[in-house]
């Protein structure tokens, strides 16, 4: 709301402490990884060791892509909210725009998004997705306490594009109900399947 005043009164100077204190510049951290031996990987060797680790513990390979036929009818408001529902302190790949950016232009990049990317997939179906869309740009984050001189002492966050991300928020806003109506349905759930802490029902897990 502060962003929206500053920028409705054209005061330039609040708009860029706003920008400055939700996508302020840091100097950035670098984790040194190293060896078994010890020794100082390069940067190419760097990228090696994260993609080893990180496909091993997720064990799963790129998805396939699928053209799917079927048409989807996507209102403009939805669009509006679920621009409006990013949040600001959140940051997004370096490539794109700011998420307060986005949120002081929503009502131009919700029409537009609806006009081109909504209408025709109302009209031909979900023949087109933006590579963007499915692609996450990760940042690898020191754990606390850690030395981070091996990739399990980095935890990885994923940046999305704002656009796809505003978009399959619509899309989960639409399947919650009926994904919360599957979960309300009476589940038994074997008590020693059970693993997560605390959980004061079957359906806590889920």
């Known amino acids: ?49 994260l993609v080893a680790y990180w496909s091993a513990v997720t064990g799963s390979d790129a998805p396939g892509t699928q053209t799917r036929t079927s048409t989807i009818d996507i209102e403009l408001d939805e669009v509006r909210t679920a621009i409006h529902a990013l949040k600001p302190d959140k940051a997004a790949p370096p490539q794109f725009a700011p998420h307060v950016l986005w949120r002081l232009a929503e009502t131009p990049i919700s029409t537009h998004i609806h006009t081109t990317i909504c209408k025709a997939w109302a009209q031909q179906g979900l023949q087109h997705l933006p590579p963007e869309w499915a692609s996450a740009w990760l940042n690898f984050l020191p754990k606390q306490g850690k030395s981070c001189r091996s990739p399990k002492d980095l935890r990885p ?33 074997p008590s020693e399947k059970v693993v997560t802490a605390g959980a004061k029902s079957d359906l806590s897990p889920l």
């Open 1 to 49: 709301k502060k962003a929206e005043a500053a920028d409705q009164r054209n005061n330039l100077q609040a708009l860029f402490h706003l920008l400055k204190r939700h996508a302020p510049k840091m100097p950035r951290q670098r984790s040194q990884l190293r060896s078994e031996a010890g020794y100082v990987l390069s940067p190419d060797d760097e990228v090696s060791a």
């Open 157 to 189: 966050i994923a940046l999305l594009e704002p656009c796809g991300k505003s978009i399959a928020g619509v899309l989960r806003n639409r399947l919650e109900p009926f994904v919360q109506r599957h979960l309300a349905a009476p589940i038994r759930i």
